[in-house]
């Protein structure tokens, strides 16, 4: 059977250790507040241990965004250790030691479920997915616990070697990803596990292990039952980690972008070509390439393009039915949208208050007559809802690709130039005017007593 087909079988793990002059990682790549705590435990008789993505991108000569510990210490050991610490978590039971805005994550060593003292700590659903889940073991039992092959390795701050468990190191350098274990029950454990299998195939540029990728499509239901805070964060370590667009993509093909947005569903087609798609093209590729320069960028921005063309849908059926002018259904089809978005994914409202911003600021940069443009140049958000106008140009063209043109010029230019913009288009204003008073028929006036 070809080995891209297997999965890693967790009664087949076997432990291999590279030591220092076989692997790359070197201790001036890894954060300082991480190498303190490393020291630390292992000074206090403690297992410290490097291990997952910190040691997954070091061996791939990337800078690492997170630099995670593992250790035999329980959390409560590793804050007498330290005074900076916070222990968090109720499903997994984590210590976070704080050096100011720098966080390193300490977490045990996991155990497995069986026996009097897994029923104690942990629990599942019937589905299978674990609710909680703080049973503590062994570093071999912890390294059966992880998700990914690449992401069960360890490096040890003992003795600067890499503890590869279950095939990793190899996969690294094939370029694929693999679970551990039997896909479908590790799915069911936790269906976020889909996702980031997709997420880490987008961000390494590997490819998903056949065995690992064939049961998603039929279990992406699972991540309706995900609380929409966790799907929150994980929406943007998917969209907005550089590499979005590939990500979508992929989470397109598995079946797992709908569960997610559901809204969106309904104007997904065949060839993702629909406005909608054009759209979500659009803002992932953008901030892909604003994350590349290494530029701010805000997930508000990002979800209003993604639900735009939902709510203009929806904002044309509430006028149509209620009879309600397209202003005041707009409004109650930008809060529809909102409020069924959040049920899925938890968007926190300083986002939607933003979201609802760059909406109504699209029914207002037409509107540019008399003083109306220079005062929109002063609202806080005229910059996000230009740059979003540009995008739905792009999508439409015609007039609106024209309006965001005039937008374009007119914030670049000096005072006169703006003034002569706003004064054309006042004048063109007074002539509709004049020409819908000439349009309109003269009453006649009633007849005299005298004239007849």
Known sequence: MNRDNKTRDINDLKLEVFPRQEHGISRKDISENALKVLYRLNKAGYE???????????????????????????PEDVRKLFRNCRLVGRRFRLAHILFGRDVIEVATFRGHH??????????????????????????????????????????????????????????LENGVIRLIGDPETRYREDPVRMLRAVRFAAKLNMKINDATAAPVPGLAHLLRDIPAARLFEESLKLLQSGHGLD????????????????????????????????????????????????????????????????LETRAEEISFESGLSYYDAFMVAANDILDEQVKSIAIPRRFTAMIRDIWQLQLRLSRRSGTRAYKLLEQP????????????????????????????TFQKSERDVRHNMV?????????????????KPRRKKPQSKQDS
């Open 48 to 74: 410290a241990y490097l291990v997952g993505g910190g040691v997954r991108d070091l061996l791939l000569n990337t800078q690492p965004k997170d630099f995670d510990i593992a250790t035999n210490a329980t």
């Open 114 to 171: 069986g026996g009097e003292k897994g029923e104690k700590f942990a629990s599942q659903s019937n589905d299978g997915m674990l609710l909680r889940d703080n049973v503590y073991g062994t570093i071999d039992e912890d390294a059966e616990r992880r998700d990914f092959t690449v992401n069960a390795l360890y490096y040890n701050i003992d003795d600067f070697s890499v503890r590869d468990y279950a095939g990793g190191m190899e996969d």
């Open 247 to 310: 990500t979508y993509q992929m989470l397109r093909d598995y079946n797992l972008f709908a569960p997610l947005f559901p809204i969106l569903e309904e104007h997904f087609t065949e060839d993702r070509s629909s406005k909608c798609e054009q759209m979500l093209e659009l803002v992932l590729r953008s901030t892909d390439e604003r994350m590349a320069k290494d530029q701010r960028i805000n997930p508000a921005f990002m979800f209003a393009a993604m639900l735009w063309y939902p």
């Open 381 to 408: 958000k005229f910059r996000a809802a230009f740059d979003f106008l540009e995008m739905r140009g792009q999508v439409e063209g015609g007039s609106l690709e024209e309006l965001a043109n005039w937008w374009d």
């Open 423 to 439: 004064q054309v288009l006042n004048k063109a204003s007074n002539n509709k005017k004049m020409r819908r008073r000439k349009s």
